[in-house]
């Protein structure tokens, strides 16, 4: 019985020093750019396979929970479309003005009007399950909205992070 009792206070105090954080953030197509992108297509009519990688240097970020600002973020990924419809999913790197980062998983789903020349939309999650220095034990996931063209070489969204620092 002992045992039992040092162990939920043990798990408890770790609840104590849990620090919990909802973090939103916007980046313009001006701030992002895709520095790497390859697309191969298939035997299916407007279907390809691509693999990309983005850059975000937000111009006026705004401060999170721990008053870090974001310097650069990168997102590695590779997207399975049918006229830009489909799925896309890879892994992201979020680097602070301290040096710290964060890193994590993306998954979501692309929707694009009939007209392929105009933007489409992607909703997605994504899991944290890293990050360095301040971020060394964070855990926590989220939830994307992205607005993309790879023609025109554009991509804007918002994100909102859920976190927990222990």
């Known amino acids: 019985m002992k045992i039992l009792i040092n162990i939920l206070i043990l798990l408890f105090s770790f609840n104590l020093f849990a620090k919990e954080c909802t973090f939103s953030r916007a ?17 299916i009519p407007g279907h390809s396979l691509r693999v990309f990688s983005v850059e975000v240097a937000p111009k006026n970020p705004k401060k999170n929970c721990e008053g870090l600002t974001i310097t650069k973020s990168v997102f590695w990924g590779m997207s399975n479309y049918q006229y830009k419809n489909g799925n896309v999913s890879g892994n992201w790197e979020t680097t602070y003005n301290d040096g710290s980062t964060m890193f994590g998983t993306f998954t979501a789903n692309s929707q694009s009007p009939k007209d392929v020349n105009k933007n489409s939309m992607s ?32 991509i804007s969204g918002e994100s909102t992070i859920y976190y927990t620092l222990n």
Do not use: C, D, L, W
């Open 123 to 154: 909703i997605g999650s994504n899991q944290i399950i890293g990050g360095t220095k301040i971020y060394k034990n964070v855990s926590g996931y989220g939830i994307t909205k992205t607005e993309f063209n790879p023609e025109k070489k554009y």
């Open 27 to 43: 980046n313009s197509a001006g701030e992002s750019k895709y520095t790497e992108q390859h697309s191969i297509k298939t035997n």
